[in-house]
């Protein structure tokens, strides 16, 4: 099976700072590459499928990128709300695999 | 606007069974393959199960197979999860998550989740 890293496993950062998320895959996946947010207590929301297509409602400040084994998430501006933990995801075969998450912060 | 309750959750032994129901609403339920996710106690997601919209077909994680069952009531709008064999390890909260296509395999809806805790 396909296997999912992802770096940093949590970061802090300060309101308005651009932050990066990187998920790595152990082979290949072109751009089947999802990513979630979950906040603290709550349930994960879907942000980015295709590697770089943003989810409705989602908002701009978010962004996705990469194919292949190497994908970031952005976020261009952090805002108190986007505290949370982001989770990528592999979806090109079963079983669609997980990262193991990325706990962001406020500084 | 979509909607997905789950139940049936509860404190079991090892070695026991339990049957999760999820309720689908605000969206056609036969256009959409269903999914079975799970969560430890402050750990990451793992995907445990797919049913296809028609029931068609079903995958498993292989930590799980042969011990869970998806199943699907079209007529009900309601997919089910059965844990036969439960153990420690399966001690998670369980989402119901709908499928973003058929069987695309990620999820564009969640349910609020439903604790299952296998302890003696």
């Known amino acids: 099976d396909i296997q999912m890293t992802q770096s940093p496993s949590s970061l802090s950062a300060s309101v308005g700072d651009r932050v990066t998320i990187t998920c790595r895959a152990s082979?290949?996946?072109?751009?089947?590459l999802a990513w979630y947010q979950q906040k603290p207590g709550k349930v994960p929301q879907l942000l980015i499928y295709?590697?770089?297509t943003l989810h409705s409602g989602v908002p701009s400040r978010f962004s996705g990128s990469g194919s292949g084994t190497d994908f970031t998430l952005t976020i261009s501006s952090l805002q108190p709300e986007d505290v949370a933990i982001y989770y990528c995801?592999?979806?090109?075969?079963?079983?669609?695999?997980f990262g193991p998450g990325t706990k962001v912060e406020l500084k | 606007q979509v909607h997905l309750v789950e139940s049936g959750g509860g404190v079991v032994q090892p070695g026991a069974s339990l049957r999760l129901s999820c309720v689908a609403s605000?969206?056609?339920?036969?256009?959409?393959?269903m999914h079975w996710v799970r969560q430890a106690p402050g750990k990451g997601l793992e995907w445990v199960a797919i049913?296809?919209?028609?029931?068609?077909?079903?995958y498993y994680v292989d930590s799980v197979k042969g011990r869970f069952t998806i199943s699907r009531d079209n007529s009900q709008n309601t997919v089910y999860l059965q844990m036969n064999s439960l153990r420690a390890e399966d001690t998670a909260v369980y989402y119901c998550?709908?499928?973003?296509?058929?069987?695309?395999?990620?999820?564009?809806?969640w349910g609020q989740g439903t604790l299952v805790t296998v302890s003696s």
């Open positions: 998550a709908k499928d973003r296509y058929s069987s695309a395999y990620y999820f564009d809806s």
């Open positions: 295709g590697a770089s």
């Open positions: 605000g969206f056609t339920f036969t256009n959409h393959g």
């Open positions: 995801q592999k979806y090109n075969n079963a079983p669609p695999t």
């Open positions: 082979q290949a996946i072109t751009n089947y």
């Open positions: 049913i296809w919209y028609d029931g068609s077909s079903k």
